[in-house]
């Protein structure tokens, strides 16, 4: 797509109130960005709205990354479960900001693990506090959703044959070996958003896009920044905002 820049992404920092976790996780979904030919943007939390605004003003699309956090079950009217971690009030403040102007502006977004939770409580969804409390005992020991990084594949996703998300990944990868660090997940589908992927063994929601065609919203479950290196599907979700990105911003220049 012709442009006059690189295309610039958006990315909070992860963390607020852990900065050396949040120096060690934000690096892979940079290169990621850079891998498919994006310019990734670190978003400070420590900023006022103002000094965010200002920072997001010239980005082209959005990146929700992973965190150590969960999402304080008070924005979707819920109790806290006793296995609820603390919020990061610092991350999600700049969550919503990203998530406004995106929306505004029909910025392309991409949220990943929190990333997803984050954008569905946005838009008025609300979350499993904790997965093996949700599930019925004959299925909780069937997938391990918190393996993390020392399990490459965990399980495998089941993508929607006629969603977005089965378009960026090709009909021939519907099933999707993933791997998995989140013990929460999205329950109550937010206002604007459906249901894209499915964890195959055990039902849980592993991905979730927007209804707007003209929209690129996309957020998944598990981390395709770890296995960019590994598997093509994994690469094609970066591609994909890069290239909803490098539109957007070719058809505003088109039109100044």
């Known amino acids: 797509m012709p442009s006059s820049g690189k295309t610039r992404i958006a990315i909070p920092m992860p963390h607020s109130l852990d900065p050396e976790y949040a120096e060690r996780a934000i690096p892979q979904y940079e290169r990621a960005i850079m891998q498919a030919g ?3 943007v670190r978003i400070a939390l420590d900023q006022t ?3 965010v605004m200002t920072v997001i003003e010239g980005c082209d699309g959005v990146l929700l990354p992973g965190s150590k956090a969960d999402v304080d079950p008070a924005a979707f009217g819920a109790a806290r479960s006793l296995q609820t971690a603390a919020p990061d009030p610092g991350r999600d403040g700049v969550d919503n900001l990203l998530l406004r102007d995106a929306y505004s502006h029909r910025k392309p977004i991409l949220g990943i693990c929190y990333g997803l939770q984050s954008l569905n409580v946005y838009r008025g969804g609300s979350l499993i506090q904790h997965i093996p409390d949700f599930l019925p005992e004959e299925l909780r020991a069937r997938v391990n959703h ?3 990084k ?3 594949v965990a399980h495998a996703v089941e993508v929607e044959k006629n969603s977005r998300l089965a378009q ?4 021939e990868n519907l099933i999707v070996p993933v791997n ?3 013990h929460q997940s999205a329950d109550a589908i937010g206002e604007g958003l459906r249901i894209a992927a499915h964890c195959r063994e055990d039902g849980i929601i592993e991905a979730l896009e927007g209804t707007d065609p003209d929209h690129f919203v996309l957020a998944v ?3 395709p920044e770890r296995s960019v290196d590994l598997d093509e599907p994994s690469r094609d979700i ?5 290239e909803a990105a490098a539109k957007r911003q070719f058809d505003l220049e088109r039109k100044a």
């Open 146 to 148: 918190e393996a993390g």
């Open 238 to 242: 970066f591609r994909a905002l890069i």
């Open 168 to 171: 960026v990944l090709g009909e």
């Open 38 to 40: 994006g310019e990734p």
């Open 180 to 182: 998995s660090s989140h």
């Open 221 to 223: 479950q598990w981390h």
């Open 49 to 51: 709205p103002a000094q």
């Open 150 to 152: 020392k399990v490459a």
